[in-house]
Structures are given as C-alpha cells and as structure tokens.
C-alpha cells in the first residue's frame, strides 16, 4: 500500500516536471527579446521596485555611514582638490564658446549643418543590485515619470555608458556599450575614419569590427561617438584603443578598445535628449 | 492545520530573503561567481518539508528571479525545476547522510542545473564564463553544510 502510494506520487511529480518544463520553454522562447519580461516588469513595478531598494539597502547603510565617520580632515582635503577641479575644469570650459562659434562659421563654409546640441541633461542614480553578471544591465532610478524614451543615450563623467533599453514606472533598464548584442558607430578622433563597435560582454573591452589590414590605426587612439547612428549624440568619449593584432591568414584587424566610462563603479549618470 | 501554515510562512519568508541575497550586490571580484543562495534555500526547504515546498514552489521562485535579474522568462524557472525535482527523487537518501556525504550529493545534484543552465546560455546567447560558473558552484558545497545548519536552526524556532 505504501509502495503504491509512493509510486503515485513520483508519478504526479514526472507529470508536473514535464508541465514546467513545457511552460519555461514555451517563455523561454516567446521572451527571447526580454518583451513579455519587460510587460510584467512595468505592471508590477510597484512591487519591484522595494524589492531593488530593499537589496541596495546594505550598501547605502555602509556607504552613508563611511561618509558619516569620514574625518573633518579628509573632507577638507576633499573639498580642496574639488575646489582645484573645477578651477582647472571652468578654464577648459572658457574656451568652448568661441570654439563653437569659430566651429559654426567653418561648418557654413562647408555648407554642412551644425550639429545638434543637446539640451537637456537629466542626472539619474544607479540602483545598485547585482543582476546577472554576464547580462551587462544596469539599473537607474528614472522611469515613465521623467518622460525617458527606448533608446536613449546614457553618459557619465568619462565616456559614453549605453541606451535605455526598458522603462518601468519608477525604474528603466540600461544596456551597456559592452553587451554583446550591441553596437555603436564611432569616430577616430585623430583621422575622422568610421568604425563600427560591438560589446563583448565583457566590462573591460570592446571590439572593433571590419578594421582594414591597412587603416591608418594605432593604440592610443581616442574614440567618439559619430552621431550618424540616431541614438548618440557626437562628439562623446567612448574609449581609446587598446590592443591591435594582425594575423596574416585573416581579412581584418582585431582590435579591442578600453570603454573610457567608469562601467562597473559610477553612482551617477547623465541622461541625454 | 497551524504547523502546516507555520511551514508554509517560515519557507515563503526564507526564500523571500533568499530572492534579496540572490539581487545584494556585492564587490566584482565574487559578484561573477556567487553561489545560487535561492537556489540552495529551496533544496533546504524541498528537503525539509517534500509534500509541501515542491515543483511549483521551484517554479514560481525562477520566474520571480528572472524578473528580478532582467533574464529571459523561464531561465531560472526550468533550471530551479529540473533541480528539485532531483532533490524530490532522492530526498529520503539524502536526509540520512552526513555532513560529508550531503555535500557530495548536493554537487550530483548542482552537476545537472550547471548543465542545463549553460547549455541555456549557449541557446540564447548569453555570454558567460564557464570557471565562473564552475567557482559559483564549488562555494556553493562549501558552503552547504552551514547553511544547512542555519536554516535547520531557523526552522526549528519557528514551526514548532
């Protein structure tokens, strides 16, 4: 009696295992493009959302309490060296305007039209929670209320960070430059040549692709953003190269580059219109 | 009737916690390699209480992590599944056993989820590092026999 009720029970169980098993890989393979994850995620926003905050907690409490115990010492030497930044930084910047006008004048000569400046920035805070390591998504906390939009370029101090790539309620999702399903369209900076980039899926490194054997290319060279891919405005960092290989049995360069945007330790980003 | 209820409350709450230690961030150098802590708290549970905390437990704890951790739908869901339903077969062995021997088992049965899920990888083309997921899975055994301890302990206080 007993062995039959056992038997019973491992048979509902095989039963419910092949259930599961057809459920997860029929939304396995209907949200291959994260679009049904992304239609929960904005209607039960207002559950997940504490859920992130609830995680991050720990950090915040470690990081407010850091900077509570932080001497008075080191706070001054702080403000000091900001102090000297933005001296340095409000000299640089003296020297923008007329490098735009001057910038202007040429580019009519040209008969080419300005590029479009943006105008409004928005300064969001990443929500810090560990999502999957190999997936290169961030987290922010700016969504529907803030009028974002899907795509939307987001930068922060360095270079170029990546495009909005799902907007909940209270939070939007972020695609790193580094993920490996995408790509940017950059300019060399030292000789105007297009180059196409794709992520790696690694935080450290970019790849460029259909680099000629004999392009005028070598490491060191800055890259920036091209502004002829719609989503980026140009004239942003996005990094410098890194590694330039050769093989001869091949028909192009392999080329790594060094995102220039602190990927994997900023707190604050831009975002741009 | 109340000791069913506790049962099911104190795993609920367990794996609640486990969902916020799953999502806690943590320095990079163990973020790429941590151990599936909900994962480990539902073989806890399953072995624990086997009539209640089953598949559809499993189920619906990968989904709400796949929610949470921006995944494909299912991901964590079918790996959590194919897991417990191991833990389901074989649980009246593996509560016999020793500390030693519980670790042992718990890596036969972490062997089949590290397949499944890097088989997924490969399907949907998720880029992973395979020691990684390798590392995640030997701390996962070391850990075991503590956690094992730990929940046992919490169990205890609270459903009795």
Redesign the interface.
């Known amino acids: 009696m007993n062995n039959n009720l056992h038997f019973r029970q491992n048979h509902f169980t095989l039963i419910k295992l092949i259930i599961f098993l057809i459920i997860s890989m029929y939304l396995i393979y209907e949200d291959k493009e994260l679009k049904l994850g992304n239609e929960v995620r904005n209607n039960f926003s207002h559950i997940i959302q504490p859920i992130y905050i609830v995680a991050e907690s720990p950090l915040k409490l470690y990081r407010n309490t850091s900077l509570y115990i932080k001497t008075k010492q080191n706070i001054i030497k702080e403000n000091n060296g900001l102090k000297k930044k933005v001296l340095v930084q409000s000299g640089i910047i003296q020297q923008i305007p007329p490098l735009k006008e001057e910038n202007k004048r040429l580019k009519k000569l040209l008969g080419s039209s300005s590029s479009i400046d943006s105008s409004k920035i928005l300064i969001a805070e990443l929500i810090k929670v560990n999502l999957s390591p190999f997936s290169n998504k961030v987290i922010i906390n700016k969504g529907n209320n803030n009028n974002l939009f899907l795509g939307q370029s987001v930068v922060d101090s360095f270079g170029v960070l990546g495009v909005i790539s799902e907007i909940n309620k209270n939070f939007s999702v972020v695609t790193l430059i580094t993920d490996a399903g995408h790509a940017i369209l950059a300019v060399n900076a030292r000789t105007n040549k297009r180059i196409v980039l794709s992520g790696t899926g690694d935080n450290r490194k970019l790849k460029a692709k259909y680099i000629s054997l004999n392009e005028d290319i070598i490491e060191g060279d800055i890259l920036i953003t091209s502004g002829l891919d719609n989503v980026f405005p140009g004239g942003y960092t996005i990094g410098e190269i890194s590694v330039i290989k050769k093989k001869l049995n091949q028909d192009f360069l392999n080329v790594k580059v060094r995102p220039s945007s602190a990927l994997s330790s900023n707190r604050e980003v831009m975002l741009l219109w | 009737m109340v000791v069913i209820n506790k049962i099911y409350i104190v795993s609920t709450l367990l794996l609640l916690f486990a ?2 230690l ?5 320095p ?1 150098i163990i ?2 390699c ?1 151990p599936p802590i909900l994962l480990l708290v539902l073989i806890y549970c399953t072995l624990a209480y086997p009539e209640s905390i ?3 437990y ?2 619906v704890s ?2 709400i992590l ?10 964590n ?2 790996c959590f ?2 897991t417990i ?1 191991l833990i ?2 074989y649980y009246p062995q593996i509560r016999l056993q020793s500390n030693w021997n519980k670790m042992f088992s718990l890596l036969l049965i972490l062997i089949p989820f590290f397949l499944s899920s890097t088989l ?2 490969s399907i ?6 395979i020691v ?1 997921v390798a590392i995640s899975i030997v701390l996962s055994v070391i850990i075991w026999p503590s956690l094992f301890n730990m929940l046992r302990f919490i169990r205890q206080k609270y459903t009795q």
């Open positions: 969902i916020i799953n999502i806690l961030p943590l990079n973020d790429s941590r089953n598949l559809a499993a189920f990968g989904l796949d929610i949470l951790l921006i995944m494909p739908l299912g991901y869901a079918l599944t194919i339903y389901m077969m997924m990888n949907l083309k998720i880029n992973y590092n990684d």
